[in-house]
């Protein structure tokens, strides 16, 4: 049974910082390329930053986070993260993990993450 589980979000004052993690299980963790999106209130779905599949070590930022956010992935652990710094509270959405590859797409349940003084 293919789970995408998020964790790490929260409340946060702007400026602040919270690193969001997303626990895959029951499939090829490393064949797969991970992504961060995100959904705020009355918008749509956006990608947020995407990591290539295990050793291909390419990254993709919106330029929104550019700078400010960092995606990783530890192969040993099947966990992408997403580090998020010099929060703003245009960053206040539910954060969503995505798994692909070609023909399969998989989605957690989301994480909130809000930003507010």
């Known amino acids: 049974q293919v789970q995408l589980v998020e964790s790490g979000g929260g409340l946060a004052q702007p400026g602040g910082s919270l690193r969001l993690s997303c626990a895959a299980s029951?499939?090829?963790?490393?064949?797969?390329?991970m992504n961060w999106y995100r959904q705020a209130p009355g918008k749509e779905r956006e990608l947020v930053a995407a990591?290539?599949?295990?050793?291909?070590?390419?990254?993709y930022y919106a330029d929104s986070v550019k700078r400010r956010f960092t995606i990783s992935r530890d192969s040993a652990k099947n966990t992408v993260y997403l580090q998020m710094n010099s929060l703003k509270p245009e960053d206040t959405a539910v954060y969503y993990c995505?798994?692909?590859?070609?023909?399969?797409?998989?989605w957690g349940q989301g994480t909130q993450v809000t930003v507010s003084s």
């Open positions: 995505n798994a692909v590859e070609p023909g399969r797409k998989y």
């Open positions: 029951g499939f090829i963790f490393s064949s797969y390329a």
């Open positions: 990591i290539s599949s295990a050793g291909g070590g390419i990254t």
